[in-house]
């Protein structure tokens, strides 16, 4: 009819409205960077990398030992010229375990060999290796020195006082092993479970004693370990290498297309 307004639908503005969500602005991208994941993966690729090539220092020096440092199949883990004023010398008691307990100690040891070459040659030395227990009561009221120490290059001698044997050492049955005679006298010895000690004196049970004492071992399974620790030194370096070049470069492309963009 004349002279009315046009009906319009309540809401609506002119025209048909829009379904469309307004745009939202594009989240601003990170600033390229060492984010703190990236720099603790570069610290832990270095502490990778260090851990790696001191393996790599260890299996070289084994591999070296095990190649180049025998003298007759042994290694050498304590040689020097002794001497004590009383009838014997003696080692610390030495432990060793096997068969499914510390079963490493006796495949590392090995065989044991022990030379001692008296410092008087007209002088006939004995060298005997027993159980400790055994070694200790025969040496009981004994004057005689123990050496400490012998394989970890800090030599102390601990004096006990006391009087000579009352049998020479040639005529005691404890020893598992023994040698004696003048000149240079070597026994070896398949180590073994048990606590044991190795007893120098002069083969007349006189004193003093002044000799020069070598022990050497086998180390069998040295060549082993410094192949395992060659594995190990390359792993870690390569796991260190990665977690250094991946985050540094990720860092690298981004700024390289930060500046590519920018650019145009």
Do not use: C
């Not at 832990?44 to 070296?64: D, E, F, K, R």
């Not at 009838?87 to 495949?107: C, E, F, I, P, R």
């Amino acid at each position: 009819m004349s002279g009315t307004a046009p009906h319009q639908m309540p809401g609506y503005s002119e025209g048909w409205p829009s379904s469309a969500p307004p745009t939202q602005p594009p989240a601003p991208r990170a600033a390229p960077g060492y984010s703190p994941g990236r720099v603790a993966s570069i610290i832990g690729g270095v502490m990778l990398v260090l851990a790696g090539l001191v393996a790599l220092g260890g299996g070289g020096t084994l591999l070296w030992a095990d190649l180049g440092a025998r003298h007759g199949g042994y290694l050498t883990v304590a040689a020097a010229d002794y001497r004590t004023g009383g009838y014997a010398m003696t080692s610390d008691k030495v432990t060793l375990w096997g068969n499914g307990h510390l079963w490493y100690q006796t495949s590392l040891i090995g065989d044991v060999r022990v030379t001692v070459t008296a410092a008087d040659p007209a002088t006939a030395v004995f060298v005997g290796i027993a159980p400790a227990d055994a070694a200790q009561a025969y040496l009981a009221g004994t004057h005689h020195s123990t050496l400490t120490h012998l394989s970890g290059g800090r030599d102390t001698v601990v004096d006990h006082p006391g009087a000579a044997p009352a049998v020479a050492p040639d005529r005691s049955s404890i020893w598992t092993v023994s040698a004696t005679g003048t000149g240079t006298q070597t026994l070896t010895w398949p180590s073994r479970d048990g606590t044991w000690m190795v007893v120098v004196m002069n083969a007349d049970g006189s004193a003093p004693v002044s000799a020069h004492i070598d022990v050497g071992i086998t180390a069998p399974s040295l060549g082993w370990i410094s192949v395992t620790l060659f594995v190990v030194a390359a792993i870690f370096t390569a796991a260190g290498i990665l977690l250094i070049a991946i985050p540094m470069g990720r860092v690298t492309r981004e700024h390289t297309m930060s500046a590519l963009k920018h650019g145009r």
